[in-house]
């Protein structure tokens, strides 16, 4: 007597194993997952380089602000020499980057020169001291030179300048009178008459000055100037990295509907 089919098989039709429709469907519900998650990851890597973007935006208008009230400093209205720093007075903090004027005559014999000094376009910039009415000298940064001689103007001067504090280090003058800072306090012993506390940066000059002008030092601005915009970038850069977190919480947390969805049907196909 022939066997009998199992029940639920009908005889001439092939069948697959039920394992490997399982498995199919196992392998479809991988694929479908992937998918979504590289779609979500595109819309992320989207989301995340606008953000990026607006954030890099803010931090260069941040940047600009900086700048511009730094330059603000500098466009003040310039103000006598002995309205801001007396010959015996310490350096007060809101005269740095002040712009000045101050009549005097050099005192060519005790010019000295200072080794790459910021913002100097040639090796040496030439620091002559200006002996005032006072009595006493203010170093002034006629210019730039290669060489180690640049006459002064003869005679009284008016000169128009930004007065900037003694440098924090600077050497003694060697025998060449070559010194690699303006630091007032190693200079005394080098100038006949008292100095000021602080040094000036010539813009403008009356005679003429004829060595290559020195940029001034830009000072520090404000902790302030353009705040707000820094609070923009730092926002929109938290926000891309909440998109990230975001994405990569959605595609590892599995959906609770999917789940079962996905075991009813594997149960039925076996």
């Known amino acids: 007597m022939a066997a009998l089919p199992p029940a639920g098989i009908r005889p001439g039709v092939a069948h697959r194993?039920?394992?490997?429709a399982v498995s199919e469907l196992g392998c479809a519900v991988s694929t479908?997952?992937?998918?979504?998650?590289?779609?979500?990851?595109?819309?992320?890597?989207?989301?995340?380089?606008?953000?990026?973007?607006?954030?890099?935006?803010?931090?260069?208008?941040?940047?600009?602000?900086?700048?511009?009230?730094?330059?603000?400093?500098?466009?003040?209205?310039?103000?006598a020499l002995d309205h801001v720093l007396g010959p015996d007075q310490s350096f007060p903090a809101d005269a740095n980057a002040q712009p000045v004027t101050v009549i005097g005559s050099y005192n060519e014999a005790e010019q000295?020169?200072?080794?790459?000094?910021?913002?100097?376009?040639?090796?040496?910039?030439?620091?002559?001291?200006?002996?005032?009415?006072?009595g006493a000298a203010v170093i002034v940064i006629r210019g730039a030179s290669e060489r180690l001689r640049a006459p002064a103007p003869d005679g009284q001067v008016r000169i128009q300048g930004v007065l900037t504090p003694s440098t924090s280090s600077g050497s003694s003058l060697d025998g060449d009178r070559i010194t690699d800072g303006v630091r007032i306090p190693a200079l005394l012993s080098?100038?006949?008459a008292d100095l000021y506390a602080g040094y000036v940066v010539l813009t403008t000059s009356d005679p003429v000055e004829?060595?290559?002008?020195?940029?001034?030092?830009?000072?520090?601005?404000?902790?302030?100037?353009?705040?707000?915009?820094?609070?923009?970038?730092?926002?929109?850069?938290?926000?891309?990295?909440f998109v990230a977190f975001m994405w990569w919480r959605i595609v590892s947390t599995p959906d609770p509907g999917e789940s079962k969805s996905d075991h009813d049907r594997i149960a039925s196909a076996r």
């Open 17 to 20: 194993p039920a394992g490997s």
């Open 112 to 134: 000295f020169y200072v080794e790459e000094l910021s913002g100097a376009p040639l090796t040496y910039a030439v620091a002559t001291p200006l002996e005032t009415h006072s």
């Open 190 to 192: 080098e100038v006949s």
């Open 32 to 79: 479908w997952r992937t998918g979504r998650a590289l779609a979500l990851a595109a819309v992320a890597v989207v989301l995340m380089s606008a953000m990026a973007v607006l954030g890099w935006w803010q931090y260069t208008a941040y940047d600009d602000q900086q700048r511009d009230d730094a330059r603000s400093t500098l466009s003040r209205s310039p103000v």
């Open 210 to 241: 004829r060595l290559d002008l020195v940029t001034p030092v830009l000072p520090e601005s404000s902790r302030w100037a353009g705040f707000r915009n820094l609070l923009y970038a730092l926002q929109w850069w938290v926000f891309s990295g």
